[in-house]
């Protein structure tokens, strides 16, 4: 009988398709998946660390193996993976009491198979266990990804970063930014398309600081309109763009291109320029306005979403009313807010005192996601009576007749129909709206 894997994801879309393409290699290796621990003989968990509490999730997870182990005597072998694994290395195999038995970097996922391999023998030597590589290569092979999403799939175009925002922990736990060759993207997004992927999600730390290694002259804008000419694919996400890499070209280039999705990720942090400068970020609320500004211009039908971060060290009262105008200026379709929280290694987290106390973080964070709900409410409001194009990516898990996608904007809409529709655009009325998402009917292309 083959042996059965788990692997448990937390975190960003990197390591969602980093386990992705760790599912491919223990496939590769003669591995069948299961969705339980107890059914499972290797048990990975891919670990972030960009918040505090996405670390601690994972020693809540390993005290439940333990617990497993003492009351059920199943003991796999349990592989940690990602941001905390590359950040803590050996230290998690102390902290974990002997629960985690390999410790695998972000750069050294293709070795996975073989370190389970080794764990699982008796004589096992915990130290040849772990391997937080930083290697170069960012090249992996064709074919083997194991793709959870039956219409989207990502393909990373960049791997690290050398922004070094001083809250971010990123260019420790991924290494420095390394371009994809433009030919492996492409041979990906073709290899996508023909399994039946009808979209494709480019990921990089900066997207928009693509440069092809082979062929300087294809920035992200080249390669966007390389990925556009593939047949089967149908639409285009990408994330995340910084702010500071947009062009005149790029924006055309958008406007120009109906397969890429009306949708930007246009990470702020905070609307206080002196926050920004702390957070070293390098561009400032003026500038940043004034590329929405630039943005709506050329794409009026275009949804922006944020990352906020409040409670920054130094983020006062005023500084943080600074960052509530800007979301009442912007208006995003949706955002990601945390209460900042120190990262190991960080300049925040040597040089800048975490002096906003938790409580106030709390009081923040409470009054900006309010007001954000209060706007996505109403984006979502003025929806109700029109008709919109959308992908169908998933069947309701509450009901069996009920399937969900979403707009090029990027906003969800649920109607009643058969999962038969997942990969289909269905052109749809809506007759509802929340502040997550719009229900309707679908029109003219529904079977
Ligand atoms: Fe982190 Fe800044 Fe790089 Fe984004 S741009 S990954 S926030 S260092």
Same mark, same amino acid.
């Given at each position: 009988m083959a042996k059965k894997y788990l692997i448990e994801t937390f975190g960003c879309q990197m390591n969602v398709h980093d386990s992705e393409r760790m599912a491919g290699l223990l496939e590769q290796a003669g591995f069948e998946a299961t969705d339980e621990a107890a059914d499972a003989d290797v048990v990975v968990i891919n670990t972030c660390s960009v918040r505090e509490r996405a670390e601690e999730k994972l020693y809540t997870r390993l005290g439940e193996l333990r617990i497993m182990a003492s009351e059920q005597g199943h003991d796999p072998v349990v592989a940690i993976a990602g941001c905390v694994a590359q950040q803590e290395g050996e230290a998690i195999f102390k902290r974990s009491a002997g629960v985690a038995d390999v410790v695998i970097g972000t750069q050294a996922i293709r070795r996975l198979p073989m370190l389970v391999e080794q764990a699982a023998r008796p004589d096992a030597d915990r130290l040849s266990l772990i391997d937080l590589n930083p290697y170069d290569d960012v090249t992996f092979p064709l074919g083997v990804t194991r793709r959870a999403d039956p219409v989207k799939a990502y393909v990373t175009i960049i791997e690290g970063c050398n922004e070094f925002c001083s809250f971010c922990v990123v260019p420790y736990t991924r290494g420095h930014e390394r371009m994809r060759p433009k030919a492996d993207i492409l041979a990906e997004v073709r290899e996508a398309a023909d399994s039946g992927h009808p979209e494709v999600q480019l990921l990089g730390q900066i997207v928009n600081h693509y440069e092809a290694p082979e062929d300087p002259a294809c920035d992200f804008t080249g390669l966007l309109e390389a990925v556009h000419e593939v047949p089967g694919i149908e639409r285009i996400r990408f994330a995340s763009p910084h702010p500071r890499h947009f062009t005149r070209r790029f924006l055309e280039a958008m406007r120009a291109l109906p397969k890429i999705c009306r949708h930007l990720h246009l990470p702020v942090q905070s609307g206080s320029t002196r926050v920004l400068e702390s957070m070293r970020r390098r561009y400032t609320r003026e500038s940043y306005l004034d590329l929405v500004d630039r943005i709506r211009e050329s794409l009026p039908d275009v949804a922006l979403s944020t990352d906020m971060i409040v409670g920054f060290p130094g983020e006062t009262e005023r500084a943080f009313g600074e960052t509530l105008s800007l979301v009442e200026h912007v208006r995003y379709h949706s955002m990601f807010s945390f209460k900042y929280s120190p990262r190991p290694n960080t300049l925040a987290d040597k040089r800048l005192p975490d002096g906003v106390p938790e409580d106030e973080k709390t009081r923040r964070i409470v009054a900006l996601q309010a007001a954000q709900r209060a706007i996505q409410s109403e984006l979502n409001a003025a929806l109700v009576g029109t008709q919109v194009d959308v992908l169908v990516d998933a069947a309701s898990r509450r009901r069996d007749t009920e399937v969900s996608g979403r707009t090029s904007q990027n906003v969800v809409v649920n109607m009643p129909?058969? +999962? +038969?529709?997942?990969g289909r655009t269905i052109t749809v009325a809506v007759e509802r709206a929340g502040a997550h998402s719009v229900w309707g009917q679908a029109g003219r292309y529904a079977d």
């Amino acid at each position: 009988m083959a042996k059965k894997y788990l692997i448990e994801t937390f975190g960003c879309q990197m390591n969602v398709h980093d386990s992705e393409r760790m599912a491919g290699l223990l496939e590769q290796a003669g591995f069948e998946a299961t969705d339980e621990a107890a059914d499972a003989d290797v048990v990975v968990i891919n670990t972030c660390s960009v918040r505090e509490r996405a670390e601690e999730k994972l020693y809540t997870r390993l005290g439940e193996l333990r617990i497993m182990a003492s009351e059920q005597g199943h003991d796999p072998v349990v592989a940690i993976a990602g941001c905390v694994a590359q950040q803590e290395g050996e230290a998690i195999f102390k902290r974990s009491a002997g629960v985690a038995d390999v410790v695998i970097g972000t750069q050294a996922i293709r070795r996975l198979p073989m370190l389970v391999e080794q764990a699982a023998r008796p004589d096992a030597d915990r130290l040849s266990l772990i391997d937080l590589n930083p290697y170069d290569d960012v090249t992996f092979p064709l074919g083997v990804t194991r793709r959870a999403d039956p219409v989207k799939a990502y393909v990373t175009i960049i791997e690290g970063c050398n922004e070094f925002c001083s809250f971010c922990v990123v260019p420790y736990t991924r290494g420095h930014e390394r371009m994809r060759p433009k030919a492996d993207i492409l041979a990906e997004v073709r290899e996508a398309a023909d399994s039946g992927h009808p979209e494709v999600q480019l990921l990089g730390q900066i997207v928009n600081h693509y440069e092809a290694p082979e062929d300087p002259a294809c920035d992200f804008t080249g390669l966007l309109e390389a990925v556009h000419e593939v047949p089967g694919i149908e639409r285009i996400r990408f994330a995340s763009p910084h702010p500071r890499h947009f062009t005149r070209r790029f924006l055309e280039a958008m406007r120009a291109l109906p397969k890429i999705c009306r949708h930007l990720h246009l990470p702020v942090q905070s609307g206080s320029t002196r926050v920004l400068e702390s957070m070293r970020r390098r561009y400032t609320r003026e500038s940043y306005l004034d590329l929405v500004d630039r943005i709506r211009e050329s794409l009026p039908d275009v949804a922006l979403s944020t990352d906020m971060i409040v409670g920054f060290p130094g983020e006062t009262e005023r500084a943080f009313g600074e960052t509530l105008s800007l979301v009442e200026h912007v208006r995003y379709h949706s955002m990601f807010s945390f209460k900042y929280s120190p990262r190991p290694n960080t300049l925040a987290d040597k040089r800048l005192p975490d002096g906003v106390p938790e409580d106030e973080k709390t009081r923040r964070i409470v009054a900006l996601q309010a007001a954000q709900r209060a706007i996505q409410s109403e984006l979502n409001a003025a929806l109700v009576g029109t008709q919109v194009d959308v992908l169908v990516d998933a069947a309701s898990r509450r009901r069996d007749t009920e399937v969900s996608g979403r707009t090029s904007q990027n906003v969800v809409v649920n109607m009643p129909g058969p +999962a +038969a529709w997942i990969g289909r655009t269905i052109t749809v009325a809506v007759e509802r709206a929340g502040a997550h998402s719009v229900w309707g009917q679908a029109g003219r292309y529904a079977d």
